[in-house]
C-alpha cells in the first residue's frame, strides 16, 4: 500500500512536474516538445487505469498524508467510480490537448508558457476530482479558477481576451467563497472533513435546520463553476482563449467541476424537495437557454460552447431528477459528453487553423480538402445527434427512460429534454458535417488537411466514442457501473447498448430526430428567429455583469477617496482615536473601570523618582521651542524604561533599551535636519488641544489596562515553558534571546522587515528633499 500512495501521489504531481519542465522542453525539443511533454499526462493515466479492476470489484482506494491531526485536516484522495472516471478523462483527454496544443501553437512565442498553464490547469482538476478532505477540494477548487484565468487570458494583449478571464475568475472566484461556506457548514453539522466519511451523514444532513442554507451555498458553488442559468454567461466569453484551452475546458474539466460536486454531494444532500426542484429547474433552463444560443451564433466555437452550457444543464437535471434511472444517464451523457466535445472543438480549431475562419456560414466543400477532419467531425456529430452506433445514442437513449414517467413533472421536463436534445442535434450537423458539404468556397486561407497534432485527438476521441458504444457491456463494467453506484452509494446495473429501449423512450428520440432535422434544413431562418426574439428581451446577464464591475469600481473609488483622502495627519488622527476607544470603552461597558482598577500603593521612593523623571521628560517635549530640543526631550522616556528594567533586574532588556532609545534620538534628529521642516510646531491651538486630548486618552487607556492585566493574580505558565524548553530545545542560556531568535523567530523576522521597509521609505524621502521632487514621466502616446 505504501507503494501505491506513493505511486498514486507521484501520477498526481505529474501535471505540476510537466508545468515546471514545459519551458525547458520547448526550448530543447521545439515545435516537437508536444511530444515529450504528452508523457507526463500519459504516464498519469496509465498509472490510474490500474485502479480499474478494484474499483470495479467495489472496492475503494484511499491515501494521504495527515497535516494537521488537532483539526482533522489532511492531504488525502479518494479514488472510487467517480473520482477515477473523472481522472481518467482528465488525463486521457489532456494528453490528446498536449499534443493537439503543440500542433496548434507550433511557432508561438509563448508556447512554453502555454503548456506550463495548461498543465497548472491539469493538476489543479486532477486534485480536485481526487480530494478526499475539504481543505484538499476547496484548494484545488480555487486553483481551476486561478489558472483557468491564466489560460483564457494567454492573448493577454487583446482587451477581449483579459475581459473574459477577469469575468471567468470573478463569477467561479465568488462561487468558490459559496462552496467555503457551504463546507463548513458541512463540517459542523456532521463533524467530518472528509469525503469518503460524509455518505453515511446523509440522514443527519437532511434533518439539520441548516440544511436549506447549505444546500444554497454548495450550489452557489456549482452553478458558477458549470455555468448554469443566470451564470452561464461567463462560459461562451471564455471563448477568447485558443483553442486547445476551450477543448479542454468544455470536455473534461472545470466547467464540469460544478456537476462532479454536485454527483459527490448527491448522497448527502439529495433526495429531498429542495434538491429535486432547484436542480431540474435551473438545469433546465440552462439546457433550453444554452441551446437556443447556439442556434444564434455563426462561430464555430461559439456555437459549440452554447451547447456545453446546454449539455451542463442536461447533467444537472438529470442528477436533480430523482428517478430510477437519472444517475445513470447523467454518467453516460457525461463520459458521451466528454468524447464527443473535445473532438468537434479540436475539430473548430482545424478549420479556424487550416482555413482561416470559423464562420460557419464562410466554411463549405471541405470534405475532398480535409477527408481526415471530415471522417472525426462528422463522427463527433453522430453522437452529440444521438445516433447508433455511437455512445451518446446509449446516453440518449438512457435520458429519456429515465425522464418518461408519465405526471406532470415528468412530461414539463421531457419536453424541455426534446427541445434541447433537437437543437442540440441541428449543431452537431452545422459543425461537423455543414463545413465539409456543398460547393467549395474561397477562404481567407487555402484549405488543406492539418498535420498530424492536429487530427490525432478528434480522431481518436470520435472512435473511442464509437468503441464505447460496440463494447458497452465492458464500458459499463469498468466505468458506467462503478460510477453510478459511487454516486447512489448503492450497487447500480447499467445495461443498456445498441438496442434500444422499445417504447416511449424509442418513439421520444424519433421525434427528438425528427425535430432536428427540421431546425437544420431551416437552420437560417431558426438563427434569425432566435436572434430577434433575444434582442427583443433586451439585454442578458453578461451586460448585468459589467453594469456590476462599474458599479463597483466607482463605488470603490468614492469609498477610498472617503477613507484614504491623502493627508498623513487625518490617517494617523484615526487610528489613534480607534485605539483610544478600543482601550477605554471596554473597560466602561464590562465594569472593569472604576471599581475594578486598583491603583499601586507599594510603590517606592527610588521608583517614583523613576516616573518623576519621565514626567519631566514628558514637560520638556511639551515646552521645547524647537523640533530637535522635543526629539532630545523624548528620549528621557526610553530612557525611563531603560532604569526600570535595570532596577527589576532585567540588564539585557535594559542595556537593549538604551541602544534603542540612544539610536532612535540620533536617527530621528539626523533625519528631521535633511527633511527641512519648520523648526517649530506651529498648530493652532484647537488642533493642539484635540491632539492632547486623544493623546491623553490612548495613554490613560493603555496605563488602566495594564493596570487591570497586572492586578490578577501571575500565571507563570508561559514563564515555566520557556525556562524548561529554551536550554533542551533551543540550546540557548539565555531566555530572552531564545524567545525572540527561536520561540518568535517568525515575528522577530516581521519585525525586522517593518523596519528595514520604513528604513527604504526614510532613504526614498530623503533623496526626494534633497534633488527636488521630479514628475513622473509621461506614458508614450498619451496626453496627460
Given at each position: 500500500?505504501?507503494?501505491?500512495?506513493?505511486?498514486?501521489?507521484?501520477a498526481?504531481?505529474?501535471?505540476?512536474?510537466?508545468?515546471?519542465?514545459a519551458?525547458?522542453a520547448?526550448?530543447?525539443?521545439?515545435?516537437?516538445?508536444?511530444?515529450?511533454?504528452?508523457?507526463?499526462?500519459?504516464?498519469?493515466?496509465?498509472?490510474?487505469?490500474?485502479?480499474?479492476p478494484?474499483?470495479?470489484?467495489?472496492?475503494?482506494?484511499?491515501?494521504?498524508?495527515?497535516?494537521?491531526?488537532?483539526?482533522?485536516?489532511?492531504?488525502?484522495?479518494?479514488?472510487?467510480?467517480?473520482?477515477?472516471?473523472f481522472?481518467?478523462?482528465?488525463?486521457?483527454?489532456?494528453?490528446?490537448?498536449?499534443?493537439?496544443?503543440?500542433?496548434?501553437?507550433?511557432?508561438?512565442?509563448?508556447?512554453?508558457?502555454?503548456?506550463?498553464?495548461?498543465?497548472?490547469f491539469?493538476?489543479?482538476?486532477?486534485?480536485?476530482?481526487?480530494?478526499?478532505?475539504?481543505?484538499?477540494?476547496?484548494?484545488?477548487?480555487?486553483?481551476?479558477?486561478?489558472?483557468?484565468?491564466?489560460?483564457?487570458?494567454?492573448?493577454?494583449?487583446?482587451?477581449a481576451?483579459?475581459?473574459?478571464?477577469l469575468?471567468?475568475?470573478?463569477?467561479?472566484?465568488?462561487?468558490?467563497?459559496?462552496?467555503?461556506?457551504g463546507?463548513?457548514?458541512?463540517?459542523?453539522?456532521?463533524?467530518?472533513?472528509q469525503?469518503s466519511?460524509?455518505?453515511?451523514?446523509?440522514?443527519?444532513?437532511?434533518?439539520?435546520?441548516?440544511?436549506?442554507?447549505t444546500?444554497?451555498?454548495?450550489?452557489?458553488?456549482?452553478?458558477?463553476?458549470?455555468?448554469?442559468?443566470p451564470f452561464?454567461?461567463?462560459?461562451?466569453?471564455?471563448?477568447?482563449?485558443?483553442t486547445?484551452?476551450?477543448?479542454?475546458?468544455?470536455?473534461?474539466?472545470?466547467?464540469?467541476?460544478?456537476?462532479?460536486?454536485?454527483?459527490?454531494?448527491?448522497?448527502?444532500?439529495?433526495?429531498?424537495?429542495?434538491?429535486?426542484?432547484?436542480?431540474?429547474?435551473?438545469?433546465?433552463?440552462?439546457?433550453?437557454?444554452?441551446s437556443?444560443?447556439?442556434?444564434?451564433?455563426?462561430?464555430?466555437k461559439?456555437?459549440?460552447?452554447?451547447?456545453?452550457?446546454?449539455?451542463?444543464?442536461?447533467l444537472?437535471?438529470?442528477?436533480?431528477?430523482?428517478?430510477?434511472?437519472?444517475?445513470?444517464?447523467?454518467?453516460l451523457?457525461?463520459?458521451?459528453?466528454?468524447?464527443?466535445?473535445g473532438?468537434?472543438?479540436?475539430?473548430?480549431?482545424?478549420?479556424?487553423?487550416?482555413?482561416?475562419?470559423?464562420?460557419?456560414?464562410?466554411?463549405?466543400?471541405?470534405?475532398?480538402?480535409?477527408?481526415?477532419?471530415?471522417?472525426?467531425?462528422?463522427?463527433?456529430?453522430?453522437?452529440?445527434?444521438?445516433?447508433?452506433?455511437?455512445?451518446?445514442?446509449?446516453?440518449?437513449?438512457?435520458?429519456?427512460?429515465?425522464?418518461?414517467l408519465?405526471?406532470l413533472?415528468?412530461?414539463?421536463?421531457?419536453?424541455?429534454?426534446?427541445?434541447?436534445?433537437?437543437l442540440?442535434f441541428?449543431?452537431a450537423?452545422a459543425?461537423?458535417?455543414k463545413?465539409?458539404?456543398?460547393t467549395?468556397?474561397t477562404?481567407?486561407?487555402?484549405?488543406?488537411?492539418?498535420?498530424?497534432l492536429?487530427?490525432?485527438?478528434?480522431?481518436?476521441?470520435?472512435?473511442l466514442?464509437?468503441?464505447?458504444?460496440?463494447?458497452?457491456?465492458?464500458?459499463?463494467?469498468?466505468?458506467?457501473?462503478?460510477?453510478?453506484?459511487?454516486?447512489?452509494?448503492?450497487?447500480v446495473?447499467?445495461?443498456?447498448?445498441?438496442?434500444?429501449?422499445?417504447?416511449?423512450?424509442?418513439?421520444?428520440?424519433?421525434?427528438?430526430?425528427a425535430?432536428?432535422?427540421?431546425?437544420?434544413?431551416?437552420?437560417?431562418?431558426?438563427?434569425?428567429?432566435?436572434?430577434?426574439?433575444?434582442?427583443?428581451?433586451?439585454?442578458?446577464?453578461?451586460?448585468?455583469?459589467d453594469?456590476?464591475?462599474?458599479?463597483l469600481?466607482?463605488?470603490?473609488?468614492?469609498?477610498?477617496?472617503?477613507?484614504?483622502?491623502?493627508?498623513?495627519?487625518?490617517?494617523?488622527?484615526?487610528?489613534?482615536?480607534?485605539?483610544?476607544?478600543?482601550?477605554?470603552?471596554?473597560?466602561y461597558?464590562?465594569?472593569?473601570?472604576?471599581?475594578?482598577?486598583?491603583?499601586?500603593?507599594?510603590?517606592r521612593?527610588?521608583?517614583w523618582?523613576?516616573?518623576?523623571?519621565?514626567?519631566?521628560?514628558?514637560?520638556?517635549v511639551?515646552?521645547?521651542?524647537?523640533?530637535?530640543?522635543?526629539?532630545?526631550?523624548?528620549?528621557?522616556?526610553?530612557?525611563?524604561?531603560?532604569?526600570?528594567?535595570?532596577?527589576?533586574?532585567?540588564?539585557?532588556?535594559?542595556?537593549?533599551?538604551?541602544?534603542?532609545?540612544?539610536?532612535?534620538?540620533?536617527?530621528?534628529?539626523?533625519?528631521?535636519?535633511?527633511?527641512?521642516?519648520?523648526?517649530?510646531?506651529?498648530?493652532?491651538?484647537?488642533?493642539?488641544?484635540?491632539?492632547?486630548?486623544?493623546?491623553?486618552a490612548?495613554?490613560?487607556?493603555?496605563?488602566?489596562?495594564?493596570i487591570?492585566?497586572?492586578?490578577?493574580?501571575?500565571?507563570?505558565?508561559?514563564s515555566?515553558?520557556f525556562?524548561?524548553y529554551?536550554?533542551?530545545?533551543?540550546?540557548?542560556?539565555?531566555?530572552?534571546?531564545?524567545?525572540?531568535?527561536?520561540?518568535?523567530?517568525?515575528?522577530?523576522?516581521?519585525?525586522?522587515?517593518?523596519?528595514?521597509?520604513?528604513?527604504?521609505?526614510?532613504?526614498?524621502?530623503?533623496?526626494?528633499?534633497?534633488?527636488?521632487?521630479?514628475?513622473?514621466?509621461?506614458?508614450?502616446?498619451?496626453?496627460t
Amino acid at each position: 500500500m505504501g507503494d501505491v500512495t506513493a505511486l498514486t501521489f507521484l501520477a498526481l504531481c505529474l501535471p505540476l512536474i510537466g508545468a515546471a519542465a514545459a519551458p525547458l522542453a520547448v526550448r530543447i525539443f521545439g515545435a516537437k516538445a508536444a511530444w515529450p511533454l504528452a508523457l507526463f499526462p500519459l504516464l498519469s493515466f496509465l498509472h490510474f487505469t490500474r485502479f480499474l479492476p478494484e474499483i470495479a470489484a467495489g472496492e475503494v482506494a484511499t491515501g494521504g498524508y495527515v497535516w494537521v491531526p488537532s483539526y482533522n485536516l489532511s492531504f488525502s484522495w479518494f479514488l472510487d467510480g467517480l473520482s477515477l472516471t473523472f481522472a481518467l478523462l482528465i488525463t486521457g483527454i489532456g494528453t490528446l490537448i498536449v499534443l493537439y496544443a503543440g500542433g496548434y501553437l507550433k511557432g508561438h512565442r509563448d508556447q512554453g508558457r502555454f503548456f506550463s498553464f495548461i498543465f497548472l490547469f491539469m493538476g489543479s482538476m486532477l486534485g480536485l476530482v481526487v480530494s478526499d478532505s475539504f481543505l484538499m477540494l476547496f484548494i484545488f477548487w480555487e486553483l481551476t479558477s486561478i489558472t483557468s484565468f491564466l489560460l483564457i487570458g494567454f492573448d493577454h494583449e487583446r482587451a477581449a481576451a483579459r475581459r473574459a478571464a477577469l469575468q471567468a475568475l470573478v463569477v467561479t472566484g465568488g462561487g468558490g467563497l459559496c462552496l467555503l461556506a457551504g463546507l463548513l457548514f458541512i463540517w459542523n453539522i456532521t463533524g467530518v472533513t472528509q469525503l469518503s466519511l460524509i455518505m453515511e451523514a446523509g440522514d443527519l444532513m437532511r434533518q439539520s435546520p441548516f440544511y436549506l442554507a447549505t444546500l444554497l451555498l454548495v450550489l452557489g458553488g456549482a452553478f458558477t463553476k458549470s455555468a448554469q442559468f443566470p451564470f452561464h454567461f461567463w462560459l461562451p466569453n471564455a471563448m477568447e482563449a485558443p483553442t486547445p484551452v476551450s477543448a479542454y475546458l468544455h470536455s473534461a474539466t472545470m466547467v464540469k467541476a460544478g456537476v462532479y460536486l454536485l454527483l459527490r454531494l448527491h448522497p448527502l444532500l439529495g433526495e429531498t424537495p429542495a434538491w429535486e426542484i432547484l436542480l431540474p429547474f435551473f438545469g433546465g433552463m440552462t439546457l433550453v437557454t444554452g441551446s437556443a444560443l447556439a442556434i444564434r451564433q455563426t462561430d464555430l466555437k461559439l456555437k459549440l460552447a452554447y451547447t456545453t452550457v446546454a449539455s451542463l444543464g442536461l447533467l444537472v437535471l438529470l442528477t436533480g431528477f430523482g428517478s430510477e434511472y437519472a444517475i445513470e444517464a447523467a454518467v453516460l451523457y457525461l463520459v458521451a459528453h466528454s468524447l464527443f466535445k473535445g473532438a468537434l472543438f479540436m475539430v473548430a480549431g482545424i478549420l479556424d487553423h487550416e482555413t482561416g475562419t470559423r464562420d460557419v456560414t464562410r466554411l463549405s466543400g471541405l470534405g475532398p480538402a480535409m477527408p481526415l477532419t471530415c471522417a472525426a467531425a462528422l463522427a463527433a456529430a453522430i453522437s452529440m445527434a444521438g445516433l447508433p452506433p455511437f455512445f451518446g445514442f446509449l446516453a440518449k437513449e438512457e435520458i429519456y427512460a429515465a425522464l418518461a414517467l408519465g405526471d406532470l413533472r415528468s412530461i414539463v421536463f421531457t419536453s424541455v429534454a426534446i427541445f434541447g436534445n433537437a437543437l442540440m442535434f441541428a449543431i452537431a450537423f452545422a459543425v461537423g458535417l455543414k463545413p465539409f458539404i456543398g460547393t467549395p468556397v474561397t477562404t481567407p486561407k487555402i484549405a488543406h488537411e492539418a498535420p498530424l497534432l492536429l487530427w490525432l485527438g478528434p480522431a481518436l476521441l470520435a472512435l473511442l466514442g464509437l468503441a464505447a458504444a460496440i463494447f458497452a457491456p465492458a464500458v459499463h463494467r469498468y466505468i458506467s457501473i462503478p460510477m453510478a453506484s459511487a454516486i447512489e452509494h448503492r450497487p447500480v446495473e447499467v445495461t443498456i447498448s445498441l438496442l434500444p429501449h422499445i417504447g416511449v423512450p424509442l418513439l421520444l428520440s424519433v421525434v427528438t430526430i425528427a425535430l432536428g432535422i427540421a431546425v437544420y434544413w431551416q437552420l437560417d431562418r431558426c438563427r434569425r428567429w432566435t436572434d430577434a426574439f433575444f434582442r427583443a428581451a433586451g439585454p442578458g446577464p453578461d451586460w448585468y455583469f459589467d453594469l456590476f464591475i462599474s458599479g463597483l469600481v466607482r463605488l470603490s473609488h468614492r469609498v477610498t477617496r472617503l477613507l484614504q483622502p491623502g493627508k498623513l495627519e487625518i490617517y494617523v488622527t484615526t487610528t489613534f482615536v480607534l485605539l483610544a476607544a478600543i482601550l477605554l470603552v471596554p473597560l466602561y461597558v464590562y465594569g472593569e473601570w472604576p471599581q475594578a482598577i486598583v491603583w499601586p500603593r507599594d510603590v517606592r521612593l527610588y521608583e517614583w523618582a523613576v516616573f518623576l523623571l519621565a514626567a519631566a521628560g514628558l514637560g520638556a517635549v511639551l515646552v521645547a521651542r524647537d523640533r530637535l530640543t522635543a526629539i532630545a526631550a523624548l528620549g528621557i522616556q526610553g530612557l525611563s524604561v531603560a532604569l526600570i528594567f535595570l532596577l527589576f533586574g532585567a540588564p539585557d532588556l535594559a542595556f537593549t533599551q538604551f541602544m534603542v532609545e540612544t539610536l532612535s534620538v540620533v536617527i530621528l534628529a539626523l533625519v528631521m535636519t535633511r527633511l527641512r521642516l519648520s523648526p517649530a510646531d506651529r498648530r493652532p491651538p484647537g488642533q493642539r488641544f484635540a491632539d492632547a486630548a486623544i493623546a491623553l486618552a490612548c495613554g490613560a487607556g493603555l496605563t488602566l489596562l495594564l493596570i487591570r492585566a497586572t492586578a490578577g493574580p501571575f500565571d507563570a505558565t508561559l514563564s515555566d515553558f520557556f525556562n524548561t524548553y529554551s536550554k533542551t530545545i533551543a540550546h540557548g542560556a539565555n531566555v530572552v534571546n531564545v524567545i525572540i531568535v527561536d520561540f518568535r523567530g517568525t515575528d522577530t523576522l516581521g519585525e525586522i522587515a517593518v523596519v528595514a521597509v520604513a528604513a527604504l521609505a526614510i532613504i526614498a524621502l530623503i533623496g526626494m528633499r534633497a534633488g527636488g521632487a521630479r514628475p513622473l514621466p509621461k506614458r508614450p502616446g498619451r496626453e496627460t
